[in-house]
């Protein structure tokens, strides 16, 4: 049985009365939704007198660095394991459900007393713990809010600042493409309407999201746009980088952002795939399709998820050319199927 948010509320709240300690997980490759309702959750526990702190894998992505109250999030290369994250009483997962997207972090939440999941996306693993899945959600950044207005019930004080508002309205942007993609619903604009009384700077967010470039992402994207095969009457599109091409363009993860979602926007596209090599050789497939091709049922049976129109996964100990040509023959058994 998932529990439901009432139930994790009620937890969050008696960890809180305790003066104990929370630590909040977004998933590798912390995004605009996963790390902007990290960054909300904790700045929210914390006006509520708790000790709550985010910690992630990777430094945080350069386009995310207007975010609030970064001195909340630590790295995990930099943390003294034998300290902060022992104590904690409560471990928060955010945007994702199995520890394994935690990286190397997993074991911090695993240790944790108590463990809680909060996530909109439908996928192949489970965790144990408390759990709260809302797919109708938009984004990790709905569920939050909404969490943090019970808390506030719950404590009959207000919890919301204009930086916590200013962390999930980042979130919700992200996730909606700017309120554009069909995840968006009257309760997302509802919940926005919302943080909007708090004043957060909706043009900085979506500038910094969508449309502040670099000279190699320009550059880049051009490699790769001029590259793009089209198969099965053009219906499915995709892109590959490995890390030579990445080394050649001195880039890094961030100068891929927008690629995929851009394949999907020719007209006649389905789907659209990026493929790219990591750096400790595993592929990364990123997907993003239309309304005839269900891109996290299609993610599932390789160990990924998502939405039905954007979704991924990671495979390992398989060549960029293999997977390529082993994710390229199943989707067009699908759209021809």
């Not at 459900?97 to 240790?111: A, I, N, W």
């Not at 809010?145 to 719950?154: A, G, P, S, Y």
């Not at 499915?236 to 890094?252: E, G, I, N, W």
């Amino acid at each position: 049985m998932i529990p439901t948010r009432d139930r994790i509320a009620e937890v969050v709240l008696d960890v809180i009365r305790k003066k104990e300690r929370i630590g909040i997980y977004p998933h590798v490759g912390a995004d605009g939704d996963a790390l902007g309702s990290a960054i909300g959750l904790a700045l929210a526990l914390r006006q509520a007198g708790a000790s709550a702190h985010v910690f992630v894998d990777e430094r945080v992505n350069p386009r995310l660095l207007f975010l609030p109250a970064l001195d909340l999030v630590s790295v995990y290369a930099d943390l003294d394991t034998r300290s902060w994250p022992q104590d904690q009483a409560l471990a928060v997962a955010v945007d994702c459900t199995e520890p394994e997207r935690l990286g190397c972090r997993q074991e911090l939440y695993r240790d944790a007393p108590i463990q809680a999941a909060l996530d909109h996306h439908v996928s192949s693993g489970e965790s144990g713990g408390l759990r709260l899945i809302d797919p109708l959600a938009s984004a990790a950044g709905e569920i939050i809010f909404e969490l943090i207005k019970d808390l506030e019930q719950l404590l009959g004080q207000p919890l919301l600042t204009q930086d916590a508002a200013m962390a999930l309205m980042t979130a919700i942007v992200s996730d909606t493409g700017g309120f554009v993609y069909s995840n968006t619903t009257a309760r997302t604009f509802a919940i926005a309407a919302q943080l909007m009384a708090y004043d957060p700077d909706l043009r900085l967010i979506t500038y910094r999201l969508f449309h502040e470039s670099t000279k190699t992402q320009l550059r880049l994207q051009g490699e790769l746009f001029s590259n793009a095969q089209f198969l099965y009457d053009d219906r499915l599109v995709f892109a590959r980088v490995d890390q030579k091409l990445m080394q050649q363009f001195s880039a890094t993860d961030t100068d891929l952002d927008g690629i995929v979602s851009e394949l999907r926007s020719v007209s006649g596209v389905e789907v659209a795939f990026m493929f790219r090599e990591l750096a400790d050789g595993a592929i990364r497939v990123n997907i993003r399709s239309n309304e005839n091709f269900h891109a996290s049922d299609f993610a599932r049976p390789f160990g990924g998820g998502g939405h039905a129109k954007a979704a991924g996964m990671t495979i390992r100990h398989r060549s960029l050319h293999d997977v390529v040509d082993l994710v390229v023959d199943q989707a067009g058994q699908w759209l021809n199927g």
